[in-house]
C-alpha cells in the first residue's frame, strides 16, 4: 500500500475517495526510560530510549492507518498528517495519533 503525506501520488491517478482513516497509539514510559531521561536533560545528549517509544508508537499508528485503509478496498492513503500529545500524570504517556485519505488510484 502506497501512503503519503501529499494529497496527490506522482504516476498515479486517483479514482476514488473512499474516506478518513485514523490510527491511534497510546504508550507508556516505565521508571528506567524516566531515569534515562532525566539525566540526559541534566547532562545534554539526545534520549535514546525515548525516541525508540516514539518510533515503534508512530510505526504501530502507520499500520493501523494501512489496516483500516485496506478494510475500505484502498490502494494507498494520501494527506497522512501525524499529531503527537503528552498525557497523564507529568506526561508518562506519549499518544500519536495519524490522519489521512484512503484513495483508489490508477498508474498513468
Known amino acids: ?3 503519503s ?3 496527490t501520488l506522482q504516476g498515479f491517478e486517483i479514482t476514488d475517495y473512499l474516506g478518513i482513516v485514523t490510527g491511534e497509539t497510546i504508550s507508556g514510559a516505565n521508571v528506567v526510560r524516566d531515569v ?3 539525566v540526559t536533560d ?3 545528549g539526545r534520549s535514546g530510549t525515548y525516541e525508540e517509544v516514539l518510533g515503534k508508537a508512530r510505526e504501530a499508528t502507520l499500520t493501523e492507518v494501512m489496516d483500516r485503509a485496506q478494510l475500505l478496498g484502498a490502494d494507498g492513503v494520501v494527506g ?10 507529568r506526561g508518562a504517556m506519549i499518544m ?3 490522519t489521512g485519505t484512503a484513495v483508489r488510484f490508477r498508474k498513468i
Open 42 to 44: 541534566y547532562v545534554g
Open 1 to 3: 500500500m502506497i501512503v
Open 5 to 7: 503525506t501529499t494529497d
Open 96 to 98: 500519536v495519533t495519524a
Open 36 to 38: 534515562m531521561a532525566t
Open 80 to 89: 497522512i498528517t501525524f499529531d503527537y500529545e503528552t498525557i497523564g500524570g
